[in-house]
């Protein structure tokens, strides 16, 4: 008995620590919905954990960890030229490197005017991280830029995390794929997933 609760301990803090690493890379298509007309989700280790079930909601997901904001604007540029970015452009950047003012302008501008840049709150180590710059661009912007509060729906929710407080725990995965699929729901009233 004891031989099996050491084991079946052990595994878990082997899980943990596979998620709260949360390295790797994903690129997922989206479920029923085609690349370039689903809303494309770029991410870093948080969204990584979330990207399969991102995808079967209906985003395409690329999500890699420790991606900073300046690769998520080059990922959007090269989709543009390449006429392939969709519609709605989920970003949610900025938990290891924060997104500046600076670099969410470079974001608008690669976007173009006539896409919809969301901006996803980051929340690190069981509270939000910089959150400033996303909220003034959302304010400033309100046609082009849509906010996604995710550090403010996962304050008071420490069972979706991991105990790093940045990593989702499979509860957290399923708040943060709900809150993401609502908010470009809304936004295209149906068009996808």
Not at 12 to 32: D, I, K, M, T
Request: charged fraction near 25%.
């Amino acid at each position: 008995m004891r031989l099996v609760l050491v084991t079946v301990g052990l595994t878990l803090v082997a899980a943990e620590a596979a998620h709260a690493q949360g390295c790797g890379y994903a690129h997922r298509p989206p479920a029923n919905a085609r690349v370039g007309t689903a809303p494309l989700a770029l991410g870093d280790s948080v969204m990584l954990g979330a990207a399969k079930r991102l995808s079967q909601k209906g985003f395409e997901v690329d999500a890699r960890c420790a991606r900073n904001p300046a690769e998520g604007t080059r990922i959007v540029k090269q989709r543009r030229r390449r006429g392939t970015l969709p519609e709605i452009v989920v970003m949610a950047l900025g938990t290891n490197i924060p997104a500046s003012s600076r670099a969410i302008g470079q974001m608008l501008r690669a976007v173009g005017r006539r896409r919809t840049l969301m901006l996803v709150t980051p929340y690190r180590e069981w509270h939000p991280f910089y959150t400033r710059p996303m909220r003034r661009a959302a304010r400033r912007h309100p046609k082009r830029v849509k906010l996604i509060d995710w550090s403010a729906r996962a304050q008071g929710n420490r069972h979706w995390f991991w105990s790093d407080g940045t990593h989702l725990r499979p509860g957290g995965v399923e708040a943060y794929s709900r809150i993401l699929k609502r908010a470009a729901w809304s936004r295209l009233r149906g068009k996808f997933g």
